[in-house]
């Protein structure tokens, strides 16, 4: 079932938005060559809890930390180690903060130091997938019309998508209906309607989109090894379009 959500509620989601935006910055300033995953997720649970709040991922069907950091080929939900990041990789941040009972998500896909143009061209192509399918939001719309966008965008930029994984309502719970994919038909789905809260994320691959299940329960990767890009905001449906509750500018 999708819930509407209240004048209240989406205060309060925005507020939780606004300061997970603020946490996300200073975790992607901390990314550089020499650093370690497990210093970024220290970073993080701290600052969630100066804000007073309560790390979403932590404890979810078991995930072990606040943060997940997935490198190069690895998709989303990679737990933070000891591993030092290194001039090259890119790294995809996802972050989730609960606060007065409501669930904030959002993730980023950074360059570590100097990267290949290739790397980049999936950084900035993801990111501008998720732009693109923002800017669709309104109500009347059909989900499919938001996924078809995404779909289009990533594949003119000659990228596979990641159909195996998909965006998700949000609210008192961390993953509500509806699932919102990353590719689709037009004219179909779920329609849009004014108070719902959604993440969309767009997860892309410089290859095949097949995916796999990494050895420590956790992590999703591509199957071929191919880099792999992971952006998500989350969002408030409005009159006449939306709000992203999670903007970093």
């Known amino acids: 079932m999708i819930s509407i959500k209240t004048d209240k509620e989406i205060e309060i989601m925005a507020k939780n938005g606004k300061m997970l935006a603020k946490i996300m910055k200073e975790l992607a300033a901390m990314a550089a060559p020499g650093i370690t995953t ?11 809890f100066k804000y007073k709040g309560i790390p979403s991922f932590k404890g979810y069907n078991g995930f072990p930390a606040a943060l997940c950091c997935s490198i190069n080929d690895q998709i989303v939900h990679t737990p933070p180690s000891d591993k030092v990041l290194k001039e090259g990789d890119i790294l995809s941040l996802d972050l989730g903060m609960e606060y007065n009972g409501y669930h904030s998500d959002m993730a980023i896909t950074v360059p570590i130091g100097e990267v290949s143009s290739e790397a980049l061209h999936l950084i900035r192509a993801t ?4 732009k ?35 965006g998700h309502g949000i609210g008192k719970k961390l993953h509500e209906d509806p699932q919102i ?9 779920i329609k849009v309607e004014k108070g719902m809260v959604f993440c969309l994320e767009p997860m892309a691959t410089m290859g095949g ?41």
């Open 38 to 48: 497990n210093e970024i997720n220290k970073a993080a649970e701290g600052l969630i």
């Open 132 to 166: 693109r399918g923002i800017k669709k939001v309104r109500p009347g719309i059909r989900l499919g019309d938001i996924s078809n966008t995404i779909q289009r965008h990533l594949e003119g930029q000659g990228l596979g998508i990641v159909r195996d994984l998909c």
């Open 209 to 249: 989109e097949k995916i796999k299940k990494e050895e420590d329960g956790f992590t999703f990767a591509t199957q071929d090894g191919s880099l792999s890009a992971h952006f998500e905001h989350m969002m408030v449906v409005t009159e006449r379009g939306c709000r992203v509750l999670t903007s970093l500018e």
């Open 181 to 189: 994919l990353n590719y689709g038909k037009r004219n179909k789905g």
């Open 127 to 130: 990111r501008k997938a998720l």
